[in-house]
């Protein structure tokens, strides 16, 4: 008999690994305490924009016409308990207010809720990210709290997704990795990822801990590309060197690799930068704190990046203050294809601006209501158009495709000024300079 997978937590996690269990065949039951996504998703729109998401649903929803049916919702606990063989925890792990530890609070909760429901065999699969020695402590609360005692048995599988490359990465990931006690809990999981889904895709067996901190190093390594690159585009811009050159050339040894080598205003999300933090505040717990004190200097050189573009267009605007100045910011969201503004440096640029007396117009062709929400003072414009008429400066601070293909003569026609800052190294600085505009951007040579 197939097995039946239940999801609880419908974020990105989790919406985009019910939906893809469901296009893999299985009948999934999927759970979020918060009513209105569950409501949504009964819809079959998606809690977020997410590219792919909404069809996947539209195909698999109950009760959406023509959809296999598989994927189903509730918020009844005894539901998911008696439906499930195998239980998907996808609920988030914030950074703590004020702290740099993550916020188990959520992953805690879903086990109290799920546990008492377990009376049969079960295998209840982790999937969130948590610090090294979560899944050890969540298997002696299973143990003890479970009706189903052993039989109701842990597994730890991270997940690697990207926002904006969810339902792919999700569908096709570069390798999967579980963190497994026993045999049945491992044959399980192979069951659940059989073809195609695990096709081509290395199978990484483990225990606990390493499999939790398989998730935390490989953020913690990109985060360091990032932060690297970023040095040394401070160091180019001080030696008048060209760091988009300087990725490229590194780039092509193949042990650096040219990916997450674009200099810019840095990262941020919902990941990257609460995962090295709550990695730092685990190592400490640990009394390793010595081996990760590299991650602060990351950390804080990602910070630096959006103060110092802030100071960029203020050398560009001849030095003064921003008082009077219109300040158009193309992107408000943390990266392309996501509508997700959370630690978004481009929001934080655009705020600092604000806050110094700029007169800022934010543009994103997503991330507009979450921007709003957050940054409700902000001016907000319908199209780069829009934000960019009458301004004294353009920001571009996320690299959306749209922003690439802009009409760099009518922008300019509307402009105050033909200027334009480049915070992500992501526009052809001779398009824009052909059309009369000074393009600048962090790192690289002033014409
Ligand atoms: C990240 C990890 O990539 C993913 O594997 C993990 O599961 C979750 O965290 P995500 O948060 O979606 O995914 O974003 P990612 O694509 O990694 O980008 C993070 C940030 O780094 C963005 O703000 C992006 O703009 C920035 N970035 C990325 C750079 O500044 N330069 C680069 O070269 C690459």
Sequence with gaps: ?????????????????????????????????????????????????????????????????????????????????????????????????????????????????????????????????????????????????APAGQDAELAWNPEFLREGFAVDDTLHPDRLVVGVRSERAEKLLREVYATPIAEGSPFVVTDFPTSELVKTSANSFLATKISFINAMAEVCEAAGGDVAKLAEAIGYDDRIGKKFLRAGIGFGGGCLPKDIRAFMA????????????????????????????????????????????????????????????????????????????????????????????????LGYADSALDAVRGADIVLHLTEWREFRELDTEALGEVATARLILDGRNALDPERWRKAGWTYRAMGRPKA
């Design 282 to 377: 685990r190592a400490g717990e640990l009394g390793a704190d010595q081996a990760l004190t590299f991650l602060r200097e990351i950390d804080s050189i990602n910070m630096r990046q959006r103060g110092q573009m802030v100071e960029l267009a203020r050398q560009a605007l001849g030095g003064g203050s921003f008082l009077g100045k219109r300040v158009a910011v193309l992107g408000a969201t943390f990266k392309p294809d996501s509508d997700d503004v959370r630690d978004s440096p481009a929001l934080n640029v655009a705020g600092q601006i604000h806050l110094q007396g700029g007169q800022v117009t934010v543009y994103d062709p997503k991330g507009m209501d979450n921007a709003r929400g957050v940054f409700p003072t």
């Design 1 to 145: 008999m197939a097995l039946k997978i239940t999801v609880i937590g419908t974020g990105y996690l989790g919406a985009t690994h019910a939906a893809a269990m469901a296009e893999l065949g299985f009948e999934v039951l999927a759970l979020d305490v918060v009513r209105e996504k569950i409501e949504k998703l009964e819809r079959a729109e998606a809690p977020m924009y997410e590219p792919g998401l909404e069809e996947l649903l539209r195909k698999h929803v109950a009760g959406i016409d023509g959809s296999s049916g598989r994927l189903r919702f509730t918020q009844d606990w005894a539901e998911v308990g008696a439906f499930g063989d195998v239980h998907f925890v996808c609920v988030n792990t914030p950074q703590r207010h004020g702290e740099y530890a993550c916020d188990m609070s959520y992953v805690d909760s879903a086990f109290a809720s799920l546990a008492p429901h377990l009376h049969g065999p079960a295998l209840v699969v982790g999937k969130s990210t948590v610090p090294v020695g979560s899944a050890d402590r969540l298997a002696a609360y299973l143990a003890a709290h």
